[in-house]
């Protein structure tokens, strides 16, 4: 293919929702161009792999340029040693950045002021923002953690079952329609699962596993062997009850191969957050070779989009205009236009907001493309997290296996989403990594005579119990040797950790703007992010997980040591309180919590049943301009209460399967 080609589609993203897009139209013989503003898929991951091992934070983009870790640290002006985003081309927001949001020249997104002397309580207070993603052929699973969980049916009716929210366009009627395409991504991924051990949680949920639902809720590969503790999870909920649900242990569907195939079989490594080190698990890199193998798909890389022409006529999509670059971080070296039959926009639900609202200049469309709604950009959403962490009894050998094989999906819905948010309860197998940056944490805590991690000292948890690891050794001890090696199994064997993905409403307040003074290296507007936990429903939920959290733990006869995180300061601009909040409870119990972010972000360019309120319709077509279709997670009118990437495959799957019909019909 060459610059001259006609296209009959234009797909902007390569992550797994524009690949999928390409794939199905390239096997149908259709002309596809992929505009992808990050670098080529590499040869091999080595290179991913070089700087993952060199990276000190291990967070979930430290493998991916552009790079996080090469920059020098000043006390003054980068303490942290992050990039600065506007030399980078296709700069995106880091885990690193969560705690210097008010910082510019350290963050890659614009967040604007917080209120003068807002409170800790405040439904007003501003956040930073605590999720990443990546701008690199493959997108963003290239670090995703591999859960393949589908929503729930009750997931797409929050409004009409209880009140809260608002329903998928059709309701029920979606997600029955959604079932084969569910089916597909099962498929595309090769999720591994066991649909026997399932069996109750469709029962629960009022799912037939012999009917349309579960005829299609199958596996292609059998279920990942259960981390230990996801075993003595099991047995000690036997019988338990929660607000009225039975609390038990599933098994986790995931997109890693539990035999070889395709992939290879997981090995184990335990760092699939940020890289799989031998791509068991899958990444969209695999059906992006598909689609290229098709010889009807063509891909440019390291060319941003930066603006969406309207034919003044018709008011449809006539041409994407580009930047490319050929160095990383280098100066632009061309511009042009792109044509075709029909557009779609898969670039993630950061960067698609900005190119719709970037697209500015076409008349009627002064606040952006597929825009007459105002909804472009707003409705951000995420899986806001909750950790707690313990220690077991017994070993039960954590950091071996994938970082989760097992959850506990049974309060995932229930009357009480009438008054706080629905959550699944993922049970980490990396230790203490994410809740107290372990190993690192604990080692230096037993080097250097610390208490950072509550295991060297005589810290008491709320329960009044002892936190220390070993009566044996004075606090703040300084061990080396035998001795230190010997305490550090102790500790690190033992340690549990559980994370709630607490569904978050869909608040029009939360949003991605422009920024007027932020740009990048290319010159274009960087992102502008507004972001609150606006409501108490999702408030409650946090202290419905606390509470749960102990019972769990007593369950298990662990001792917690979920850390307090202390009163946040929000008016202070160097608290490290980015995402701390304070919720006083029904009883007049202040709780303060921390939330962590899922990596999950959904819902700026939302479906609906009503153009005044949403972008799109149920066919992800824009309401606007006919010939132009977006896809990926920007789509979800409500987060629900599973991980999106599973349905971000299936939606991706049944648009295209529209379009197809539609340039059939053209």
């Keep these: 293919m060459n610059s001259k080609t006609e296209y009959d589609v234009v797909i902007v993203g390569a992550g797994i929702a524009g690949a999928i897009v390409a794939y199905e139209l390239g096997k149908a013989g259709k ?24 990276a000190a934070a291990k967070t979930p983009e430290s493998p991916y340029p552009p790079a996080t870790q090469n920059a020098v640290a000043n ?13 980078e081309n296709t700069p995106r927001y880091t885990v690193l950045q969560v705690d210097a949001w008010r910082k510019p020249t350290q963050c890659y997104f614009d967040y604007p002021p917080q209120d003068a002397n807002v409170s800790g309580t405040s439904l007003n207070a501003k956040f930073a923002f605590a999720s990443s993603y990546e701008r690199i052929g493959g997108g963003t699973t290239w670090h995703w953690l591999g859960t393949c969980l589908r929503l729930l049916p009750q997931d797409f009716e929050l409004k009409t079952l209880y009140g809260q929210g608002v329903d998928w366009p059709g309701g029920e009627q979606f997600y029955q329609d959604l079932v084969p395409f569910y089916e597909k991504a099962d498929q595309e991924i090769n999720v591994a699962g066991d649909k026997q051990r399932m069996q109750r949680l469709y029962e629960q949920f009022g799912v037939d596993p012999s009917g349309t639902y579960g005829a299609h809720y199958d596996f292609p590969m059998p279920g990942i062997v259960p981390a230990l503790q996801d075993r003595v999870y099991e047995h000690a909920t036997l019988g338990m009850k929660y607000e009225g649900n039975e609390v038990y242990v599933s098994p986790t569907p995931q997109g890693r191969n539990s035999r070889p195939g395709e992939r290879r079989q997981c090995a184990g490594n335990t760092n699939c957050i940020p890289i799989c080190p031998i791509q068991a698990k899958y ?37 994407i205009d580009y930047i490319s670059y050929t160095h990383a971080n280098g100066i632009a070296t061309g511009q042009g236009s792109v044509t075709g039959k029909r557009f779609v926009l898969a670039a993630h639900a950061i960067e698609t907001p900005k190119l719709l609202l970037m697209s500015n200049k076409n008349p009627g469309f002064e606040n952006g493309v597929a825009n007459s709604s105002d909804q472009v950009g707003r409705n951000l959403m995420d899986h806001i997290m909750y950790l707690g962490w313990g220690l077991a009894e017994k070993p039960i050998y954590p950091y071996r296996g994938p970082l989760s094989t097992g959850g506990i999906e049974s309060l995932r819905d229930g009357d009480f989403r009438k008054q706080r948010s629905a959550y699944r309860i993922e049970i980490g197998n990396e230790g203490w990594q994410w809740a107290a940056n372990d190993p690192g944490t604990t080692l230096a805590d037993f080097i250097f005579g610390q208490n950072n991690s509550q295991l060297n000292g005589n810290s008491v948890n709320q329960q009044g119990q002892q936190l220390r690891l070993d009566d044996n050794l004075p606090a703040n001890s300084k061990l080396f040797g035998q001795q230190l090696v010997q305490t550090l199994n102790q500790a690190y064997t033992r340690q549990l950790r559980l994370g709630y993905l607490i569904e978050q409403l869909p608040d029009a307040n939360n949003r991605v703007e422009l920024s007027s003074t932020l740009k990048d290296n290319l010159g274009l507007p960087r992102p502008k992010v507004t972001y609150r936990l606006a409501s108490d429903y999702e408030r409650k939920a946090f202290v419905s997980a606390k509470q749960i959290t102990t019972e769990l733990f007593t369950q298990l006869g662990a001792t917690e040591y979920t850390q307090d995180p202390g009163e946040p300061n929000l008016s202070n601009a160097e608290d490290a309180s980015a995402t ?3 919720y006083q409870d029904d009883s007049g119990t202040l709780h ?72 059939a019909g053209a």
């Excluded at 319709?617 to 599973?642: C, E, K």
């Design 31 to 54: 002309k596809v161009l992929i505009l992808e503003a990050g670098p080529a898929v590499p040869a091999d991951r080595s290179k991913y792999m070089d700087t993952f091992f060199k």
């Design 75 to 87: 006390s003054l002006n980068n303490p942290l040693g992050l990039p600065d985003p506007s030399t």
């Design 283 to 319: 990444d969209a890199t695999v059906t992006l070779a598909r689609a290229l193998q098709t010889g009807n798909v063509e891909i440019r890389y390291q060319h941003v989009a930066s603006n969406i022409q309207l034919d003044s006529t018709t008011q449809q999509v006539c041409a």
């Design 580 to 582: 701390k909040f304070q």
């Design 592 to 663: 303060n919590f921390k939330f962590y972010g899922a990596g999950h972000i959904v819902g700026t360019y939302r479906m609906g049943d009503d153009p005044a309120t949403s972008v799109l319709n149920h066919r992800q077509q824009s309401w606007d301009h006919a010939n132009l279709y977006m896809v990926g997670s920007g789509v979800f009118p409500t987060i629900g209460t599973g991980n999106p990437t599973l349905t971000i495959a299936a939606l991706a799957f049944q648009g295209a399967g529209h379009i197809l019909d539609d340039l």
